[in-house]
């Protein structure tokens, strides 16, 4: 028999026993839907991270002081950058544990021709602005003259910090339409030259001068869409001040356990890294807990795909079992088909059928069965896996390959399921199956 026929043949078993049909298909809608929502959701979510990434500086390398400790090794974050790191990182770090800014200086003068801007910062801390009776929640930044390199702002109005605000740790700083809204009733202009008073934790209030108002600019230069993200976590207004000037407000010394790299066009940031990481290690040879190393944004960004490509990977198999209920489904479905069919099979078999004609006739049904409720499943998932990507503030990417798997395993699951009960038939005695009641 051609296999339209078949196919044809299987549609109008479907269609006279509609509502187990679809008993039979809902494990493999819920499996493939589920497979295809998870599947989405995880593609979104590396493509998210990805374009993060790369819109921070593809170039870039972050510097950190980091354990040496060879025991309990496991990852930890640093101003939002995932480092190797130990148990002996618990202890708390000495002055000589840390980056002087004398060596950022001879670092910065030994590699010229490749450094573009070196991102010094320093998170002062979180706290409140007050101006007249007026005050507002604010996060404050020091940060260097690089900075700005790497991280695009608009100065919407005053101006930018200069070189002597910097040398001189003068009390100026850069403001946001959030503080100016609050304290000035959104008025940029009358703002300027205010000295608004800054109540840190942990830090004495002192008065700073407002010399510009900016906004997050749109350019892919720097950190725009983790600024974006860091809109959302930390929804307080972000002040910056000059780096000297944030460490004079905090008490602490020029220290720092982390800085960033931009480096020029045509360097090879892989072996840049490497490079800064050897630099670093003859001042702290003598140190026997911590040391210097240098990550680059492709290595972190390839670690952190893998992680999130893993783990949707464990989460689709342990969806992927329902298929294999919807599997065990459909066999046991066709095993009642064919006892309901055995004196039609007899007939067949009477006039001249072949075994290899029956067994490719309740094959193919059982494929039918599982390619349907994979198209619905695939439909379902798309949908879900779309809203949820929406949900979650992610731009929904379906995976194409996934697709494509899905719809191939849910044939394969027709074939593996529906063999036994096909060939059971293509086996009959001609005979027992016409005396069949």
Same mark, same amino acid.
Request: aromatic share 8%.
């Given at each position: 028999m051609l296999i339209a026929e078949n196919i044809i043949l299987a549609f109008n078993s479907i269609m006279s026993n509609k509502m187990r049909a679809l008993l039979t298909m809902l494990g493999?809608?819920?499996g493939i839907g589920s497979?295809?929502?998870? +599947? @989405?959701?995880?593609?979104?979510?590396? !493509?998210?991270?990805? %374009?993060?990434?790369?819109?921070?500086?593809s170039k870039d390398i972050f510097v950190a002081v980091t354990s040496r400790g060879e025991d309990d090794e496991r990852e930890s974050m640093i101003d939002g950058v995932v480092y190797p790191t130990t148990e002996v990182?618990?202890?708390? *770090?000495?002055?000589? %544990?840390? &980056?002087?800014?004398?060596?950022?200086?001879?670092?910065?003068?030994?590699?010229?021709?490749?450094?573009?801007?070196?991102?010094?910062?320093?998170?002062?801390?979180?706290?409140?602005?007050?101006?007249?009776?007026? %005050? @507002?929640?604010i996060m404050v930044t020091g940060v260097s003259a690089g900075y700005f390199l790497t991280n695009a702002i608009d100065i919407k109005s005053g101006r930018m910090f200069n070189a002597s605000d910097f040398n001189n740790a003068r009390n100026v700083c850069l403001v946001d339409k959030k503080l100016v809204d609050a304290l000035f009733k959104g008025d940029a202009e009358a703002c300027l030259g205010k000295e608004v008073e800054f109540e840190i934790e942990g830090a004495k209030t002192t008065s700073f001068s407002v010399i510009g108002v900016y906004e997050k600019s749109n350019k892919d230069t720097g950190m725009g869409s983790l600024s974006s993200m860091m809109d959302i976590l930390m929804p307080g207004a972000q002040v910056?001040?000059?780096?000297?000037?944030?460490?004079?407000? @905090?008490?602490?010394?020029?220290?720092?356990?982390?800085f960033r790299v931009s480096t020029t066009v045509g360097v090879d940031t892989e072996q840049f890294a490497k490079e800064?990481?050897?630099?670093?290690?003859?001042?702290?040879?003598?140190?026997?807990?911590?040391?210097?190393?240098?990550?680059?944004?492709?290595?972190?960004?390839?670690?952190?795909?893998?992680?999130?490509? @893993? &783990?949707?990977?464990?989460?689709?198999?342990?969806?992927? &079992?329902? +298929?294999?209920?919807?599997?065990?489904?459909? *066999?046991?479905?066709?095993?009642v088909s064919v006892t309901e069919r055995t004196r039609e099979i007899g007939t067949r078999k009477a006039l001249g059928a072949r075994n290899s004609s029956i067994r490719i006739q309740f094959l193919i049904e059982?494929?039918?069965?599982?390619?349907?409720?994979?198209?619905?499943? +695939?439909? +379902?998932?798309?949908?879900?896996?779309?809203?949820?990507?929406?949900?979650?503030?992610?731009?929904?990417?379906?995976?194409?390959?996934?697709?494509?798997?899905? !719809?191939?395993?849910?044939?394969?699951?027709?074939?593996?399921?529906?063999?036994?009960?096909?060939?059971?038939?293509?086996?009959?005695?001609?005979?027992?199956?016409?005396?069949?009641?």
């Open positions: 493999i809608i819920i497979v295809i929502a998870i +599947l @989405t959701v995880g593609n979104s979510l590396t !493509l998210t991270v990805e %374009d993060n990434m790369q819109s921070m500086g990182s618990r202890k708390e *770090m000495n002055d000589e %544990d840390y &980056i002087t800014s004398d060596m950022i200086h001879d670092m910065s003068d030994k590699f010229t021709d490749e450094i573009y801007a070196v991102n010094v910062y320093n998170r002062v801390g979180d706290g409140k602005a007050s101006y007249s009776a007026a %005050d @507002t929640d910056y001040i000059p780096l000297k000037a944030g460490n004079q407000l @905090t008490g602490s010394k020029d220290l720092y356990s982390t800064l990481t050897n630099y670093f290690k003859p001042y702290f040879e003598a140190n026997p807990n911590w040391r210097v190393q240098a990550v680059t944004f492709e290595g972190m960004l390839d670690s952190l795909t893998s992680i999130i490509d @893993t &783990i949707t990977l464990a989460v689709s198999i342990i969806a992927g &079992i329902a +298929l294999l209920v919807g599997g065990i489904g459909v *066999m046991n479905i066709m095993l059982a494929m039918v069965i599982c390619l349907i409720g994979g198209i619905i499943g +695939l439909v +379902l998932g798309l949908v879900s896996g779309s809203l949820l990507s929406s949900l979650l503030g992610y731009q929904a990417a379906p995976s194409v390959p996934g697709v494509i798997f899905s !719809l191939l395993f849910s044939i394969g699951i027709g074939i593996a399921f529906g063999y036994f009960p096909a060939d059971k038939a293509a086996k009959m005695n001609p005979i027992d199956a016409l005396r069949h009641e």
